[in-house]
């Protein structure tokens, strides 16, 4: 099986053709120890509005109110840095934020790669929406708790009209049809998913993985933060993986993986590959250093990027990127019985 030329944090040289890593997470070893470059930055720089209610979200939907021209400033200033990617991920819905392309397409234009996390079914089954997209140059990630379960998937986003699920399916199948999952020049795919692993979807891991192999789509498998909801005194614990459960979908996903020449380690917070995310933009300003850490150590409105990353090294230097080794810090926190 052909591979790439380049060679990615944490993975070396990669399988072209099954997924093997997404245009955004693409970043290689070097530039990610880089010192002097930023590799993806989480930006929660869309609005809070959501029409669902997932049980294990990470966010608290706060109100966005960062201005277009601030959130447009912020991304000048991560160009600057050589910022590798933007994952945006709402404070809700991305695609549903009045701003959505000025914001996805200044990215690009700036030369940042966009990789946006979205429901899927709220925008993405409009074909002029989703060609437009296409033409930004951003990769996608549709929500997947389940490809094959509709009332499990239905359920996860307290969605009672039981729509949701094929209204997604109608989304990626769209999305498939404009081409996201093409092989693209470097060997990347535009196209997969982030699915959060709990007792009820464990079992569909190993079928949902050979999916993704055989259609070029990306995975990475979850586990819960402690942040958001699934941080929260409320949580509902008895649907997280226990330690044994985990470790056995680790050994599916070494096997499956194995069999197409895609040999890697399996980490503890995506299975298939590394932590490569560095700071996190709330909609108001505030930052963090990733979705798993919610302490504040500054606002963009305030501080510069530089400053922000001095505050997160020097109070969290265990993410210093030059000894970091791509296992999630915070993740284990959350393991069930």
């Known amino acids: 099986m052909k591979v790439?030329?380049?060679?990615?944090?944490?993975?070396?040289?990669?399988?072209?053709?099954?997924?093997?890593?997404?245009?955004?997470?693409?970043?290689?070893?070097?530039?990610?120890r880089d010192p002097a470059k930023l590799p993806i930055v989480d930006f929660r720089a869309m609005t809070g509005?959501?029409?669902?209610?997932?049980?294990?979200?990470?966010?608290?939907?706060?109100?966005?109110?960062?201005?277009?021209?601030e959130i447009k400033g912020v991304i000048d200033q991560l160009a600057e840095r050589g910022t590798h990617a933007i994952d945006f991920l709402g404070e809700g819905e991305p695609t549903i934020d009045r701003d959505f392309f000025d914001i996805i397409e200044y990215t690009s234009k700036r030369g940042i790669q966009p990789v946006i996390f979205t429901d899927a079914a709220t925008k993405m089954r409009d074909r002029g929406f989703?060609?437009?997209?296409?033409?930004?140059?951003?990769?996608?990630?549709?929500?997947?708790?389940?490809?094959?379960?509709?009332?499990?998937?239905n359920w996860v986003v307290g969605d009672k009209t039981g729509k949701y699920f094929a209204q997604r399916n109608e989304a990626i199948d769209l999305l498939i049809e404009q081409?996201?999952?093409?092989?693209?020049e470097d060997g990347t795919t535009r196209l997969g998913f982030d699915m959060v692993i709990s007792k009820r979807n464990i079992?569909?891991?190993?079928?949902?993985?050979?999916?993704?192999?055989?259609?070029?789509?990306?995975?990475?498998?979850?586990?819960?933060?402690?942040s958001g909801r699934s941080g929260g005194e409320n949580f509902d614990r008895s649907l997280v993986p226990s330690e044994d459960e985990i470790e056995e979908m680790r050994s599916v996903v070494k096997q499956v993986d194995g069999e197409y020449n895609f040999?890697?380690?399996?980490?503890?917070?995506?299975?298939?590959?590394?932590?490569?995310?560095?700071?996190?933009?709330?909609?108001?300003?505030?930052?963090?250093?990733?979705?798993?850490?919610?302490?504040?150590?500054?606002?963009?409105?305030?501080?510069?990027?530089?400053?922000?990353?001095?505050?997160?090294?020097?109070?969290?230097?265990?993410?210093?990127?030059?000894?970091?080794?791509?296992?999630?810090?915070?993740?284990?926190q959350c393991v069930g019985s």
């Not at 790439?4 to 990610?32: M, Q, R």
Request: hydrophobic residues 30%; proline residues 5%.
């Open 4 to 32: 790439t030329e380049k060679k990615y944090f944490g993975l070396g040289n990669v399988p072209i053709g099954i997924g093997s890593i997404i245009k955004g997470w693409d970043i290689s070893e070097e530039a990610y």
């Open 49 to 69: 509005a959501c029409p669902h209610d997932c049980f294990h979200c990470f966010t608290d939907k706060d109100r966005k109110t960062l201005s277009l021209e």
């Open 130 to 153: 989703v060609e437009r997209v296409y033409d930004s140059g951003a990769s996608v990630c549709p929500k997947c708790d389940s490809l094959f379960d509709a009332e499990y998937q």
């Open 179 to 184: 081409g996201f999952n093409e092989v693209q």
């Open 203 to 226: 079992g569909e891991v190993e079928r949902t993985l050979r999916h993704c192999r055989a259609n070029n789509l990306w995975i990475v498998l979850a586990s819960y933060l402690p």
């Open 263 to 332: 040999n890697h380690p399996i980490w503890n917070n995506f299975a298939t590959r590394p932590c490569v995310e560095f700071m996190q933009i709330y909609g108001d300003g505030r930052v963090s250093p990733c979705p798993g850490n919610e302490t504040v150590v500054g606002n963009v409105k305030a501080d510069t990027i530089g400053e922000l990353e001095k505050s997160i090294l020097a109070k969290f230097p265990c993410h210093d990127r030059s000894v970091f080794d791509g296992h999630c810090l915070y993740r284990e």
